[in-house]
Nanobody, 115 residues
């Protein structure tokens, strides 16, 4: 059974930083890659950052230069380091892991950027 568990969300002031973690069981990030999406109230879910099995990364234009995705193969975990956070980064952040047959999602972690 595949399970993705996110942690690290919270309330932070604009300009602050947070690090999200996603621990996986039943699926291997080093084989399938993975990443992060987010969904703000009233908006569609959008890609934030992804990392392929080979380690290539991609980012939404809105987070380039501020967010960094990384992976720890030994821990089978994916991370999202978020810096210089803005109010518009407020959303529920979801970890995902794609496979050829379907994708898997975590339960989400809330990130709120507010003064």
């Amino acid at each position: 059974q595949v399970q993705l568990v996110e942690s690290g969300g919270g309330l932070v002031q604009p300009g602050g930083s947070l690090r999200l973690s996603c621990a996986a069981s039943g699926i291997n990030f080093s084989i399938y890659g993975g990443g992060w999406n987010r969904q703000a109230p009233g908006k569609q879910r959008e890609l934030v950052a992804g990392i392929t099995s080979g380690g290539r990364t991609n980012y939404a234009d809105s987070v380039k230069g501020r967010f960094t995705i990384s992976r720890d193969n030994a821990k089978n975990a994916v991370y999202l380091q978020m810096s210089n956070l803005k109010v518009e980064d407020t959303a529920v952040y979801y970890c995902y892991a794609p496979t050829p047959s379907r994708g898997y999602w975590g339960q989400g972690t809330q990130v709120t950027v507010s003064s």
